[in-house]
């Protein structure tokens, strides 16, 4: 009886548990959902160092955050045109999307960087 009870929970546990999780396909690309703004204070052709604008998260965890670009990240202007790391210059603003993660080291780390747009 008490074996018989035990896979009654179980089951019901399991499919409580399952009906929980979805495939999380919005239709958008979710690793543009996580960004921010900042000021390029730095460039040294494979890094940006950067203040997050005032009020954002980022600025909550850290003042100053390096981003590391590699070869796959999407570096574009404002209008969407494909753009290098040398037309980013200190002083410019610029978006950030993604993954979340933020290394907690001074200046703090960003190391799954996707996308960087120039604002100006």
Do not use: W
């Not at 089951?11 to 009906?19: E, N, Q, W």
């Not at 997050?52 to 209008?79: F, N, Y």
């Not at 210059?89 to 780390?109: C, H, L, V």
Request: glycine fraction near 8%; hydrophobic fraction near 40%; include cysteine.
């Amino acid at each position: 009886m008490k074996t018989r009870f035990f896979a009654v929970v179980l089951l019901t546990a399991l499919l409580i548990l399952s009906s929980c999780s979805g495939t999380g396909n919005t239709g958008t690309d979710s690793r543009y959902e996580v960004n921010f703004a900042g000021t390029v204070l730095e460039n040294n052709g494979t890094n940006l160092l950067i203040e997050p604008e005032p009020g954002s998260d980022e600025l909550r965890s850290a003042d100053k955050i390096t981003v590391h670009v590699s070869g796959d990240m999407v570096l574009v202007d404002s209008q969407g045109s494909e753009i290098s790391i040398d037309s980013i210059e200190t002083g410019d603003m610029i978006q950030i999307f993604y993954d979340g993660a933020i290394a907690e080291s001074y200046p703090a780390q960003i190391n799954k960087c996707y996308k960087i747009v120039l604002m100006n």
